[in-house]
């Protein structure tokens, strides 16, 4: 299955788009919007009997065409001297490296060592992106071309094209980010192009408030998550927050690891240990291998395997990193964050802990407050401790430390939260965490409206943290754009959420250093979409049938039991192999 970028957003044959904003980004140009005008194909208007070149000064006649581009040689040089007193710039668009201009019988690849040519009827070129930037079969990029830096010492400008939000075949080197690939072009240290063509023109303008951001198992969008790798890269990349979801070891021993099932973030399947899968209805897993199963010297025999949540898209993850770092215990977690002075804190995840405790004898709980009574977050309170868990009696359990956070995880999608319910949460939390559908529910990926959870929280002094934020183009609904910031602008300016939870922590830094969310005024580019603005759009015969409703949070569903004492282990327990 592929996701359809929906046509509505799509012009042929002319394109008029504003490359303003990002001319504005880079200080002197016009202000205001310019036009852009591309004519793909003149010898075929020709041979119906159109002229383009008519069409082209009558229409320059009456509007500012600050732009026209054309891939035919013969065409631009008909225009230039009609046109050589006005503002109009001419750009010679080339091909693929191997078509042939009609007029010069060229292939596009050898007219590109023909610059000098091309300077006397164009003020400048538009090239596809690969042009300056080669991608390698492997989808990473290979070192950038001199073309820029030559076109410049030609006098020409240089323009690049073919950049899409939703291209399944982004290098890796951008972790899916289209702003990422953007400012590559833009400000890479080397050369700047003078604009860029996009099919998306928002993104490019948007490149800039306070929200903390915190990791998903450090930077688990480019290396395995839960490793040091991905908390290095979580540090360096700006994360405020790094996270640590607990797992216990057979042995007792609480280490980082996003899932139970060590099929999901391990390659224990293609282990020694891959016989030990078993299902348990408990935890309502299929074939599990759980990592209570084995203990932490096995545990660190596995390699750790990055997680790819569209498989189905056939997207994945960095294949070069994709078994990189090692995972490691709570306790070198503590030390490794402790130590990284741009981070302001930990937040610790703790799930299953009911069922580790009756069924498995393990006290998760336990282990997480022993370590960190041995480590120096304790007598340094620099840094704030924050335990997030979906089970109201975990989170009790800790209220007693009195200075850590308490992040009530709402862990289903719902569309409303009862104000009893709120003061039910304020009893044993101070911080709510929801999913990113309880703020904008979506129906087959079209936003359909938002909920009233935010600031209904936020009136009960709750900050609300949201996740999971991603990049990948098929993790955001239609209304944004494909554009992982749009999403964020979204939730940070519609919303004022307090923070995120997100695999690529780079992209929300990025978000955040973007200079234009100072402005008082947002510039329209920046200015939130109007939820459940596409969907009307749609005639109501095409709309998919309307999901069921999310249901809404009751007090039955915060209220737990305590946890159960931790079962006594049999002697006998330790898994021996071998
Ligand atoms: C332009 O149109 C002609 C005639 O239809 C066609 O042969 C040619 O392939 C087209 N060129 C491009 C670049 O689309
Ligand atoms: C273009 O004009 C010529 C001469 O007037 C005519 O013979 C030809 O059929 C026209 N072609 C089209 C596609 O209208
Ligand atoms: C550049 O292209 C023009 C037009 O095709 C040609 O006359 C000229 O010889 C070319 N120059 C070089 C150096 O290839
Ligand atoms: C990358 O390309 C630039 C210019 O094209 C060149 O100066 C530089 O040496 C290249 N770097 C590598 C690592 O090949
Ligand atoms: C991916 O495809 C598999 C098999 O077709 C299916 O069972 C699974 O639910 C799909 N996952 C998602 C996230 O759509
Ligand atoms: C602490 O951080 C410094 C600087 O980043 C590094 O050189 C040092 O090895 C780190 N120490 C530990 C125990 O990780
Ligand atoms: C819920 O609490 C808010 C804030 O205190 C209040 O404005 C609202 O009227 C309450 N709603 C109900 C149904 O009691
Ligand atoms: C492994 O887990 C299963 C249940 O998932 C349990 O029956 C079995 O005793 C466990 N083995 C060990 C060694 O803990």
Redesign the pocket.
Known sequence: MLKLRPVICLFSLLLLYSPAPLLAAQGSRSRGSSKWQTL??D??FS?HNLSMRNFIISVSRRVIVNYVSS?EVDFLRSIKSRLRTGPTKLVFQF?GRD?VE?STRQIYGSLLNNLTFIKTFATGILVPKNYIWPVDSSLYLQNYTSLVLDAHKAGLEVYASSFMNDDASLPYDYSYDPVAEYLSFIDNGKSSVDGVLSDFPITPSATIAKLLIISSEGASGDYPGCTDKAYEKAVSDGADILDCPVQMTNDGIPICLGSVNLRDKTNVAQSEFSNLATNNPDLNIKDGIFTYNLTWNQIQRLKPAIYNPYINFSLFRSPRTKNDGNLMQLSDFLVFANNASSVSGILISIENAAYLAEKQGLGVTDAVLDALSKSSYNNQPAKKIMIKSSDSAVLSKFKSRGNDERFYLVDEDVRDILNSTILEIKKIATSVVVSKKSVFPTDKLFVTGETGIVPKLQAFNLPVYVQYFQNEFVSQPWDFFSDPHMELNEHVYSMGINGVITEYPATVAKFIRNRCLGYKNLPIYMTPVPPGGLIHLMASKNLPPAEAPNPILTESDVVEPPLPPVMQRPPSTAFVLC
């Open positions: 793909a194909n010898s075929f041979q891939p091909l078509d009609p």
